[in-house]
């Protein structure tokens, strides 16, 4: 970046030390496909792959599963630390400190209906609700009796209202006989709303006039009748569900004090209208759902409503995260909601999931196969060789202190002359030729900057050509022995390196199992490992024949990855013979078809896994017989022995 102080006219540049780079991708594109490639040697689907990527995370980003967890932590929390008899119990201290008032002034009072008073309380139901009930119409002695009263259910009436209506315990605090006819007339003009509505009647006009009248208890303004029933509805089931989550003893008892909010039972009557009208307008919302809350904290009907509202919000959230449901994205995500219920970060997490998703949909990673599966694309194999093969590289060149290098070697290795260019010619211009040519012809009078006159070319050798066949051994035991990623890792490798800087080589990938067959890079890559007996090195060298005809006049190439005898073989008929021990027949077969090869002078070299000495045995003679090489890497070194071989057999 450019340094902020200027001198002489001139900026100084340097890198940027400010932080991470504010100008660098949130994610690494290549780091996300190795891990998918590896998921995908390894056995799974690239769909499964991509989701299993999506739940770990990237780089420093939480992944799926780490913000599912952040959901159920959030949920736990909600349900340890709270209770929802908060206002059972507000209403419970109110009606305590009543009772204590009233007595204490019946006691000072000397008369017979003061003793008929106390009766009275005395006689009064065990439950609360009954208590506020029988109260309803008792002419309190006490002032601050009557207050506490007054108070029981001025709370009722705010309780119930904040269940519904956001910010309505606060707007009713110290309400009026007139604010509580304002409510009981909104809630009669919108049960009228909601009955109209229901019977397909277009409400539109109605509804314009009912926001103009009401849209005070509003804040959220909804455009429409369908935006107000499905505002109202998500907190009327919650509160059904926070009903649901409380004991039947305070479900009566609050059924009961409803009758007694702002004193007017028609209130509550509105509202048991208004909740009806709703869940037949929404009858798929969870009108049956209910929590377990033991925590120590009471919450008052209004703020329980609300905690149910976000349990359901947060699992919403959860089986989003899953994305366990069909055609599911991760665009699918309400990251407004995410922000909300986890905070900030966690939506940051979440949004560079979804742009990582989209990236490796953009960028043509993947395809979709005849079958209509998810596949690997070219361009994502050739990653995966890209890193195989630097991984490769990097353990030779540790080993022989040698470097990657990114020539392609398409027309052959460089002589280290040039020659002047004709048309027709494709090797690389030699750049500092072709620029003294320019500055000689322009010191000799000749103004033209660039001439192609003064283009020379990079002569090269012809190189020879060479058919490669890797035979790759897939039975059982190379996936239970951890050799299967490897294997496959090594092919990645070895086929990179010929695509690039070996073109005009042909490699055959041949797999060998209880059967043999030629496969593409995509197919090996994708191959699941299956619990199947037999090793047909016989099946897998003749196909390997078969490749090497076909390209005559190149240097034949077996390269040979196994870690088990040859346990099978091909009958004349095409059938698969298997024995173990493996059957004289078996090897007879394998050790003539090695024979065949060896007459077409083929390079073999045959790379040994685990320590069988049967196997290393049986291979150290084969070896002899063909003039081949036997080596016995270890699984880390395996790429690059075979990428090694077959660059010191090229040469």
Request: with cysteine; proline share 4%.
């Amino acid at each position: 970046m450019a340094d902020p102080r200027r001198k002489a006219g001139r900026y100084a540049y340097g890198p940027y030390a400010g932080g991470p780079d504010p100008l660098a991708p949130p994610f690494d594109i290549r780091a996300a496909m190795d891990e998918i490639g590896r998921d995908v040697m390894e056995g799974s689907s690239p769909r499964q792959a991509l989701r299993e990527l999506l739940r770990r995370g990237a780089a420093d980003r939480r992944g799926l599963d780490d913000l599912t967890r952040q959901v159920w932590q959030r949920r736990r929390d909600l349900q340890r630390d709270n209770r929802l008899d908060g206002t059972l119990e507000q209403v419970r201290e109110l009606l305590q400190r009543a009772m204590d008032a009233e007595r204490e002034a019946l006691r000072n009072e000397d008369s017979d209906d003061a003793r008929f008073r106390e009766m009275q309380l005395d006689a009064l139901p065990n439950d609360t609700g009954g208590a506020v009930r029988e109260l309803g119409e008792y002419d309190w002695r006490s002032s601050d009796a009557r207050e506490a009263y007054a108070e029981i259910r001025d709370l009722l009436g705010r309780e119930m209202l904040d269940q519904r209506f956001e910010g309505m315990k606060q707007a009713m605090q110290n309400a009026t006989p007139r604010d509580v006819e304002r409510v009981r007339e909104m809630l009669d003009d919108l049960n009228n709303l909601l009955a109209q509505h229901a019977k397909g009647q277009d409400t539109q006009q109605q509804f314009s006039e009912f926001m103009a009248r009401h849209g005070e208890f509003f804040p959220e303004n909804p455009a429409n009748t369908e935006e107000l029933v499905d505002l109202l509805a998500a907190r009327s089931a919650a509160a059904q569900r926070m009903l649901n989550s409380m004991s039947a003893q305070q479900r009566a008892e609050l059924a009961q004090l409803a009758q007694e909010a702002f004193g007017d039972p028609r209130l509550a009557q509105a509202l048991s209208q208004l909740d009806a009208q709703l869940q037949g307008l929404r009858p798929g919302e969870d009108w049956q759902g209910s929590g377990r809350f033991r925590g120590n904290n009471p919450m008052g009907m209004g703020e329980a409503t609300r905690a149910m509202e976000e349990l359901g919000q947060l699992d919403a959230l959860a089986e989003q995260l899953a994305q366990s449901y069909p055609g599911a994205r991760l665009e699918d995500i309400d990251l407004e909601a995410v922000g909300d219920l986890l905070g900030e970060e966690a939506r940051v997490d979440a949004r560079t999931l979804a742009e990582l998703e989209r990236e490796l949909q953009r960028q043509g990673l993947f395809e979709r196969a005849a079958d209509g599966t998810l596949a690997l694309s070219p361009k994502a194999l050739r990653r995966l060789g890209e890193s195989a093969l630097r991984d490769v590289v990097d353990r030779i060149g540790a080993r022989r202190g040698e470097r990657e290098t990114r020539r392609s070697g398409a027309a052959g290795e460089a002589t280290g002359a040039t020659r002047p260019w004709a048309f027709g010619d494709t090797e690389a211009w030699s750049v500092p030729r072709t620029l003294l040519n320019a500055q000689l012809r322009r010191a000799a009078g000749d103004r033209r900057k660039l001439d192609v006159s003064d283009v020379e070319v990079v002569e090269t050798e012809q190189r020879t050509r060479a058919a490669v066949a890797l035979l790759v051994d897939t039975s059982w035991s190379m996936v239970a022995e951890g050799r299967w990623v490897p294997m496959k890792r090594t092919a990645l490798a070895l086929h990179q390196l010929i695509s690039t800087r070996f073109r005009g080589d042909d490699l055959a990938l041949i797999t060998f199992g209880r059967h043999a067959q030629t496969v593409e890079l995509g197919e090996l890559v994708g191959l699941e490992g299956a619990y199947a007996q037999g090793t047909n090195l016989h099946h897998a060298l003749l196909l390997a024949e078969r490749h090497l005809r076909r390209h005559p006049d190149a240097m034949p190439v077996v390269l040979v990855v196994t870690d088990g005898e040859p346990t099978a073989h091909l009958e004349p008929d095409g059938e698969a013979y298997f024995d173990y021990p493996p059957s004289p027949h078996t090897l007879r077969a394998t050790v003539h078809e090695v024979d065949r090869l060896a007459a077409m002078k083929v390079a073999f070299t045959f790379f040994v896994l685990g320590e069988d000495p049967r196997l290393a045995a049986f291979m150290d003679e084969v070896a002899r017989r063909c003039g081949g090489r036997v080596v016995a890497p270890t699984l880390d070194g395996l790429g690059a022995e075979v990428v090694a071989d077959y660059l010191r057999t090229r040469r």
